[in-house]
């Protein structure tokens, strides 16, 4: 059983017990979650893909923490001239253990 979900402007295909690491959600950890964007739901009994969203399907989940991910490194160049600069970046995660598919 698995689905897929629009959480925080990215599709992310879930499974019940996994944890998943997405975009930056506002909420402390511990706090339960529902997504109710769910474009695909996968069961024994069949499969429902959403137009856009499967009507009364929600997946629940649990935050377990919010950290900020490793530096990505931002270099930019230009040909023929002096001109170079070096940017870090660091993007703020969350990650959601999803307990109930439904």
């Known amino acids: 059983m698995y689905a897929v979900i629009e959480a925080a402007g990215r599709q992310y295909r879930v499974e019940t017990g996994e944890t998943v690491k997405m975009e ?10 529902v997504f109710d964007k769910v474009l695909v739901l996968a069961t024994d009994a069949g499969t429902q893909i959403g137009k856009p969203y499967v009507p009364d399907a929600k997946v629940s989940g649990t935050v377990l923490r919010t950290a900020r991910d490793r530096k990505m490194r931002v270099f930019t160049y230009k040909n023929k001239t ?15 253990k999803i307990t109930q598919i439904g």
């Open 24 to 33: 930056k959600i506002a909420s402390d950890p511990g706090d339960e979650v």
């Open 82 to 96: 002096t001109h170079k600069r070096l940017l870090g970046h660091r993007q703020m995660s969350t990650y959601v």
